[in-house]
């Protein structure tokens, strides 16, 4: 960086000249070297314009489909003003699984767990698998849609012990673009549970 005194042709002069830009600071003319732009790309920016670009094609192959753009078309909102990107969002945007609310009567075949898990567009089916201690599949089965809820999914137990303390419940949500959603609850006792894992 320089500064430039007592030359009339460039003062008042800002902007871009060749490899130089000139600022005016203060009263004073400022003459600096151009910044070299890289074009080398890190390993995360490539891996978001490649997800975006995998975005882009998914949107276009449905709509291409009239069936499932009309399907995308029920997505619209405010801010998301055409099918190609509600398609685009959904298939950017995984579902979330909020949490699970442990049956009142855990040891009962046919208790409930009540399971809150929410989508950007649309959550299509929801898994709930019960480890015991030593990690081995207690019970798993698919959730099915709590009635007129858009958020909610019961699963009924199939095994009395299956609520056990220290065993561990894993629900994955899947939504329509194929994103799957993990979290995982460890149970403190009948009535309690914490929350272990979220991805």
């Known amino acids: 960086m320089a500064i430039v005194k007592n030359n009339p042709l460039l003062h008042g002069v800002s902007g871009k000249i060749g490899e130089m830009i000139i600022r005016q600071y203060n009263g004073k003319t400022v003459v600096s070297k151009r910044p070299e732009k890289s074009n080398v790309s890190t390993q995360s920016q490539r ?54 609310v442990m049956p009142k009567s855990p040891g009962r075949v046919g208790a409930k767990l009540q399971i809150k898990a929410t989508d950007d567009f649309k959550v299509v089916s929801v898994k709930v698998s019960i480890l015991d201690y030593d990690g081995k599949l207690v019970e798993s089965g698919n959730a099915k849609p709590a009635p007129s809820s858009k958020t909610h999914w019961n699963y009924k137990l199939k095994i009395t012990s299956a609520l056990s303390s220290e065993n561990v419940v894993i629900v994955e949500a899947s939504d329509f673009a194929g994103n799957i959603a993990r979290a995982s609850w460890i149970l403190v006792d009948h009535d309690k549970q914490k929350k272990i894992l979220q991805s």
């Not at 998301?80 to 979330?96: E, M, Q």
């Open 47 to 100: 891996e978001k314009r490649n997800r975006f670009s995998e975005a882009s094609r998914y949107a276009r192959t449905h709509m291409n489909n009239p069936e499932l753009k009309a399907m995308y078309e029920t997505g619209m909102t405010e801010k998301k003003r055409s099918p190609y990107l509600v398609a685009t969002t959904d298939f950017l945007t995984p579902p979330t699984v909020h949490h699970v």
